[in-house]
Structures are given as C-alpha cells and as structure tokens.
C-alpha cells in the first residue's frame, strides 16, 4: 500500500488566501495528499502568494530561496508551486527567475490544480494565470468532515472576488479581475455544510464583499444584507461577519442589517486609506473624509456596541506633512478598536506608481511610527474599556496551561479563559478580568452554549470610549 503524498501550503496576505488555501488543500486530497506542517518533509509546497505590497513580493522570493537551497541539500524531488496573485502578476517570469518552481497557477485557476501536476511531473513547468470563463467554485470539492473539524469552530467564505474600484495604489483589479459574484444558494449551501460539520462563525470574503451583487433564488440581484439575512437563519450558526470593505458601499440596508441581525457581530473591518480629502482623491477612493466618517456615525447609531477597525497608508506621493495630521485626527475622531497601517509602495503598473512627489523613504517610516503609536493608543484604551464587561466567547483551542482555552470576543480579541471541561465551538459568557498588550483574560460566569447572541454585556460600548 502506498504512503500517502505529503502537502505544504503557505499563505501570505489577505484572508481570501486563507481560504483558497484551504480550497487547494481539499481538491488535493482527492488526489491522495494530506497536508503537513513541515516542508521539509512535503512531496508538494504550494506558496499561495500576495502582491499587494512590495515586502510581501521579497518574502515569496525569499522563501522560494530558502526551499532551493533545502530541495538540493535533502535530494527530495519535492514539486514547487506559485499560486495566488504573484503568480498572476508575473507568470512565466517567476520560472525565469527562479528555476526551482515546477509550475505557476492564478488565482482563478485552482481547480485545474491536478492537471497542472500531471504536467510538471512529465517536467512541462507550466502556467496558468487565465481568466476562464467556468465557475471555479463548480469545481472545486467540499472540504471533508474531518478537514473541516481540524480547522477549528470558524470559516471564511468566499462570496465575491475581484474589484472594480480601481484605486491608483493597488493592483488587486489587475491580479483578481472585476468584481465576480456567487450565486446566494451555492453560498447558503456552502455555509450550511459547513456548520453542519461543526462551524460555528463564518467570515463572508471578498476583495470587495460589501459590493456583493449576487443572483437570489428569485433571479434578482441581491445585495450583502439580504445575503447576510438569509445565512442568519442557518440554524446553529452563532456568528456572521465579512470582509473587506469599502465606505462607497456600506449602504442602509447593510446598515440596518446590524441593527437587526445579533448573529452579525458589532466589529467592522472598513479601510480608510487616509483621512485627507486631497490624497483620498489621488488615491481615488471615491469617497472624502466626511463620507466616511457619517457612515461610522450611522453604524453607532444602528448599533451602539459597534466597534472599528481599519487601514492605513502613509507616504502617498503627495502626501504633505498637514495631510498626515490630518489622518491623525480621524484616528482621534473615530477611535479603532484595532488598524492596520503600511507606507505607502509602488506597485508596478498602478497609476500612482508614475506620480510625481514620492515621499521620501525616511519621511514615511517617520509617519508610519508616529501613526502606529496613535493607533496603538486607540487599540489600547478600547480594550481597557473591555474590563469588567461579560462577552459571549467562542471557544477555539487549547491555551498553554492546563484548563485553559482561547476564544475570541465579538470583537475578535483573543481571550483566555481558565473553563469547566467544554468542548472547542461552544460560547461561553465571560466577564473579563484582564487586559494585556495581545489578548484578554477572563472568568466564566455561565456555561452554557448560546446560540443566537453576539454579544453579552451589561450596557452598550458607546462611541468606543477611546
């Protein structure tokens, strides 16, 4: 009997990685891989890769280095795979570069994986960044029971792909193609069998998920909140949420949809990029600072307890030291729970990347030192209001110690909580005791498994308190 072929896939970037990820993964296993943790002893890697920024591009290069210099020390004949937006921004030119890799795949192209394989064993090192005209999530296969269990109690989904915003700085339109929607039943199917195998949150994906425009079953256009309406009556679900965003596109109904909806967690991930008029519209956001800033207003006022996180860019070309200030007072304006924050990078073939006025590189770490310390701050006094509050908890693993677990408030802070013997997937109410720099710590003031709350609290978060 054959030993089972061993798969390693890492992921670099968004959540959407994540997931197309774990779809090679399950089309794999049909072929007679299981995964492993260790490359080394992997007959296929797969780098499922992010271009969004010009680090994340070194890190590719740097790994594929470091797994040639293992492929010729160990003599294993290991195949070597790109897939995911480097392999679409680049192609052919990745073989050329690096000799190592045995085949390049897009983003679009997963489902063609096994016959990719079958070709570079027969050492044709192919390449397949198309956009083609079938569905690939017709076909690609459902993960199994197990997989599904041993990725634990939450799941993304994707939902939509692709983005038509064309913003000057980034190239996903370039690597992931326009806006793309899947039909609400194969997402509602989707997310039933999922929980049905044990999940208990799921995250709606997209590059632009709020944009959703998929076919209902009553063959109109439906938007994120009629979708978020339906998945909501999947019995046994506890938690929804969905990323990424874009202000242009939270509507009222998405809107409302928080207010009405408590399997809809109160924490939205909706980038900002700046908080100044003139470089929001040379990145060409589409939106100006007071847009965004009367949604956040209308999301508190839909659900006091909503929290935000978001992005950031500093040292756009152009940017002048007032319009950092500028992005400066909307972190003090706005109050993030948590945020992420990058200098800016040229990204060959975006519009900015031929813009006169580029920063200098020392005037950007400064900003973005300076802008991180503030977000910090933000981050810092909202998980300090956090104290003595009661949360609903999904338990997720085991923690270091005996009889401890870790979960995740609606908030998604980690949480450690010393528990009665329960099972990974349950909530429990929580009242947190603790707040350190990267998770919370909190006592169990009921046990019981809570089905239809997101958030248990003795009052609102009330304008974040930051």
């Known amino acids: 009997m054959h030993e089972p072929r061993k798969l390693y896939v890492k992921s670099f970037g968004c959540q959407m990685n994540v997931y197309d990820s774990h779809r090679m993964a399950d089309t794999l296993a049909k072929e007679g891989y299981v995964e492993t943790q260790d490359p080394a002893d992997a007959d296929l890697v797969i780098l499922n890769t992010c271009h969004i920024r ?61 016959e990719l394989l079958a070709q570079a064993k027969a050492g044709a090192r192919p390449v397949d960044t198309e956009f083609p005209t079938e569905d690939k999530f017709d076909h690609l296969p459902a993960p199994s029971a ?43 199917d989707e997310a039933r069998r999922l ?74 991930h909706l980038p900002v990029q700046s908080g100044s008029d003139r470089i929001l519209a040379a990145m060409n956001r589409r939106h100006g600072r007071e847009l965004f800033v009367d949604i956040i207003a209308r999301l508190r006022d839909a659900r006091p307890d909503m929290a935000l996180s978001s992005d950031f860019i500093v040292g756009f070309p152009g940017e002048t030291e007032e319009d950092f200030q500028a992005t400066l007072d909307l972190v003090d304006q706005i109050g993030f729970a948590s945020a992420y924050s990058f200098k800016y990078s040229t990204r060959p073939g975006t519009p900015a990347a031929g813009y006169g006025a580029q920063v200098p590189e020392e005037v950007k770490t400064d900003r973005l030192a300076r802008l991180h310390a503030r977000l910090e701050a933000s981050k810092t006094a909202f998980d300090a209001g956090c104290k003595g509050r009661r949360f609903d908890i999904l338990l997720e693993k085991p923690g270091r110690l005996p009889g401890q677990l870790i979960g995740r408030s609606p908030y998604l802070q980690s949480v450690v909580v010393t528990a009665p013997p329960a099972g990974i997937g349950e909530l429990l109410a929580v009242e947190i005791t603790e707040v350190g720099p990267n998770s919370l710590a909190g006592r169990v003031v009921e046990h019981q498994d809570v089905e239809d709350r997101g958030l248990a609290s003795d009052r609102p978060l009330a304008a974040m308190e930051a």
């Open 195 to 268: 929980v049905d195998q044990g999940v208990r949150e799921i995250t709606l994906i997209g590059q632009n998920v709020n944009g959703f425009h998929g076919e209902g079953p009553d063959g109109k256009t439906w938007g994120l909140a009629a979708l978020v309406e339906r998945l909501a009556q999947i019995e046994g679900l506890a938690r929804l949420r969905y990323t990424t965003s874009h202000p242009r596109d939270m509507d009222d109904a998405l809107i409302a949809a928080h207010r009405d909806l408590p399997v809809l967690m109160p924490y939205l």
């Open 146 to 188: 197990a997989a599904t269990r041993s990725r634990g109690p939450t799941a993304f989904v994707t939902v939509q792909e692709g983005c038509d915003k064309f913003c000057t700085f980034c190239v996903v339109p370039y690597t992931r193609g326009s806006e793309v929607s899947r039909p609400v039943l194969k997402i509602v």
């Open 54 to 114: 010009e680090k994340a591009v070194d890190k590719v290069y740097s790994e594929l280095g470091r797994l040639r210099k293992a492929k010729q020390e160990d003599g294993r004949d290991t195949i070597i795979a790109v897939a995911g937006c480097v392999a679409q921004a680049e192609g052919a030119e990745i073989l050329r570069r690096t000799p190592v890799v045995d085949l390049v795949v897009g983003p679009q192209s997963y489902h063609r994986l096994p």
